[in-house]
């Protein structure tokens, strides 16, 4: 199946610090991306879906200007949580669909610790 | 919008027994049923889809049966080993785009 990766897959920052996380799919393009956030033993809830060229759909809720996302490229796609603070907290998991499938392949994760 | 339910929550069984996680969804328009694995601290993994034109798909252990008209499908996992132990999340789809996940199924292989 095809690849997506993430980095970093682990973070720790302080309060009002911002933090990146990258989302590549290695080895097909991906107009489009997904990112959800993750909360312990719970489900994966839908942040934003994040589109090669053009803006990013966020999900009712989720702050557009907190949770920065470009689509830069076909492969590549960034969030960054702004002036991140304890709440925010969380395992961020992204995906990409595969080429001629339905299928969504998930990145490893990142889990962001904010002190 | 698609409500999708998954029980049970948590399920262990004896190694070598069977599992089954079921879900059901809300909008009949959705067409794509997909199952993951996530292990701890890593992202879900594909273990099987199926798609609204097929009832059943059945790869080695694992199988996924689908009944449109009740709007429910099931995960079944036979022979299970203790490398099953995950939790498990279905989804629906309608696009291929928009996933809506269920709560998830934290599952217990006990050697």
């Known amino acids: 199946g095809a690849v997506v990766s993430q980095h970093p897959s682990r973070v720790i920052c302080k309060s009002g610090t911002s933090v990146k996380i990258e989302c590549r799919s290695l080895d097909f393009q991906a107009t489009t991306m997904f990112w959800y956030r993750q909360f312990p033993k719970k489900s994966l809830m839908l942040m934003a879906t994040?589109?090669?060229?053009?803006?990013?759909?966020?999900e009712q809720g989720v702050e557009k200007d907190k949770f920065l996302i470009n689509h830069a490229s076909l492969t590549l796609s960034t969030l960054t949580v702004t002036s991140a603070h304890p709440e925010d907290s969380s395992f961020y998991i992204c995906s990409a669909p595969g080429q001629s499938t339905d299928t969504q392949y998930f990145g490893p994760g990142t889990r962001l610790t904010v002190l | 919008g698609e409500n999708v339910e998954q029980h049970p929550s948590t399920l262990s069984v004896q190694e070598g027994d069977s599992a089954v996680i079921k879900c059901t969804y809300s909008?009949?328009?959705?067409?794509?049923f997909p199952w993951y694995k996530q292990e701890l601290g890593k992202g879900p993994q594909l273990i099987i889809d199926i798609r609204s034109n097929v009832g059943e798909k059945k790869d080695q252990r694992i199988a996924v049966t689908l009944n449109k008209t009740a709007k429910h499908f099931s995960l079944h996992i036979t022979e299970t080993q203790p490398e099953d132990s995950a939790v498990y999340f279905c989804a629906a789809s309608d696009t291929g785009n928009q996933f809506y996940f269920g709560t998830g199924t934290s599952l217990t292989v006990i050697p």
């Open positions: 994040s589109n090669e060229g053009s803006k990013a759909t966020y």
């Open positions: 909008d009949s328009a959705s067409n794509y």
